[in-house]
């Protein structure tokens, strides 16, 4: 799988939206982009993914740039309770169920009251 | 739904003591993980399963063995406990969707200390 870069840590106001960027210039064509975020010290938790398009859930938005080398995860209104650690990661099934994953350390988000 | 839920939720262990690891899903799903997190780290697989009577090699197997008998459960396995196997346990189980993708669901985590 295509390694991922973060910034390590970035804070936001409550309120305000959060953008969170993502490289991953290694991906390739077949491989998705996803985003977990870890609270505290919480399991992982699913936020979004998308291969080509942006794409929208009720948590947040996902913005893939065209040549599909980075991307931002948008939290539209932060709240102290999105302040974790957010992973942005690449990942795909291969044939028999194969697959290889790296969660890297991610950003940590500091939503400031 | 219960969702994915591990036992036990922490455990002390002396250098060289053996324990088992239980995680359990009741989403029916084919896919099950095991990963470790390091303090400050992010998460390493370290095996998974992609069905009943499977088990594969994740980033980081040495130390650990696995079994996957039946579909809802995966354990997780140290035979011989080692310091440097102190960390949190995290279990997950997905399914795939649309053939190449999936979303993966994590308990709550195993706090091991190995003295």
């Known amino acids: 799988d295509a390694k991922t870069t973060q910034p390590p840590s970035m804070d936001c106001a409550e309120g305000r939206a959060a953008n969170l960027p993502c490289n991953h210039s290694?991906?390739?064509?077949?491989?998705?982009v996803y985003w977990y975020r870890q609270i505290h010290s919480q399991g992982p938790q699913y936020i979004i993914h998308?291969?080509?398009n942006n794409e929208t859930n009720e948590m947040a938005s996902l913005i893939i740039t065209e040549d599909r080398k980075s991307s931002t995860l948008i939290l539209p209104h932060a709240t102290l309770r999105d302040t974790a650690v957010y992973y942005c990661?690449?990942?795909?099934?291969?044939?028999?169920?194969?697959?290889?994953?790296?969660f890297g350390t991610g950003t940590k988000l500091q939503v400031i009251p | 739904n219960a969702g994915v839920t591990q036992t036990p939720k922490f455990r002390v262990l002396k250098t060289g003591q053996s324990m088992t690891l239980l995680c359990a899903q009741d989403?029916?799903?084919?896919?099950m993980y095991w990963y470790r997190q390091d303090p400050g780290m992010g998460l390493r697989l370290i095996h998974y399963?992609?069905?009943?009577?499977?088990?594969a090699k994740g980033e980081v197997p040495d130390g650990y063995n696995v079994s996957r008998l039946k579909k809802q459960n995966f354990l997780l396995g140290l035979e011989s406990a080692a310091p440097s196997q102190t960390s949190v346990y995290f279990c997950?189980?997905?399914?795939?969707?649309?053939?190449?993708?999936?979303?993966?669901?994590f308990g709550p985590g195993t706090r091991l200390t190995v003295l």
């Open positions: 997950a189980s997905s399914y795939l969707t649309g053939g190449s993708t999936d979303t993966q669901y």
């Open positions: 290694t991906i390739s064509g077949n491989e998705y």
């Open positions: 998308g291969l080509k």
């Open positions: 990661i690449v990942r795909v099934i291969l044939s028999g169920g194969y697959q290889k994953v790296t």
């Open positions: 989403m029916n799903h084919e896919y």
């Open positions: 399963s992609v069905g009943e009577g499977t088990t």
